[in-house]
């Protein structure tokens, strides 16, 4: 009978944290039915194109790169005068070998420091847009939940379009968004914060804010 009582006791337990599980989904689900879906817009491509910091950061990226640059180019000088001076000397002289020598170290030295190069250059590359998108995602993050949006769709905003150019009437007719009303658009605000460099904000004009009771008691980040 205690085996009994026991199983009994076991398959009702079960029975209510199932129930609890149920019940929990239920008021979860009845939680976001309750949250109206509010929508904005940002151009990622114009906020980077005018984000202060990013372009400054960016724009000395680009001289350590032609630092480099102008490196190589000198030890691609030195290398083309010991490979000229190589050929000024019979094949069999000793200066030959000596300059075929000197002249196989620079090509080797120098293929290493131009690998190393793109690859130094390519990881400070990534590592600038991750920092910077992080900086935008946390911006937009802050906006959208001073104005009551739910989502943020990253799109392009249209522009001028020239029929006889190919690659821009392609480029127009893959915008994921076909239309949009122009208040959605939240670009020019979130590029406003990214560039005070402020997480305070005034209430813009014309724009609605959801009530507290209304809002997302959660958010969701990546990680």
Do not use: W
Request: with cysteine.
């Amino acid at each position: 009978m205690k085996r009994l009582a026991g199983y009994v006791a076991c398959i009702v337990a079960s029975g209510l944290v199932a129930l609890g599980a149920v019940l929990l989904d239920r008021a979860v689900g009845q939680q976001a039915s309750q949250i109206p879906t509010r929508i904005g817009l940002i151009d990622l491509d114009y906020v980077l194109k005018n984000y202060t910091k990013f372009n400054r950061l960016a724009e000395e990226l680009t001289a350590q790169a032609k630092q480099k640059e102008a490196e190589i180019q000198r030890m691609q000088q030195e290398l083309r005068s010991l490979i000229k001076q190589q050929q000024a000397q019979k094949p069999d002289s000793p200066l030959f070998a000596q300059y075929q020598e000197q002249a196989t170290k620079k090509r080797a030295e120098l293929e290493a420091t131009i690998a190393n190069a793109q690859r130094e250059f390519a990881r400070r590359q990534a590592s600038l847009y991750h920092t910077t998108y992080r900086e935008v995602e946390a911006a937009v993050a802050r906006y959208a939940q001073s104005i009551g949006l739910t989502m943020v769709i990253q799109t392009r905003r249209p522009g001028k379009v020239a029929p006889t150019d190919p690659q821009a009437v392609f480029r127009e007719i893959a915008r994921p968004v076909v239309y949009s009303h122009p208040a959605l658009d939240i670009t020019d605000e979130v590029l406003a914060l990214l560039n005070r460099g402020s997480g305070t904000m005034a209430q813009p004009a014309g724009r609605s804010v959801l009530p507290a009771a209304q809002r997302p008691t959660r958010s969701y980040q990546r990680r």
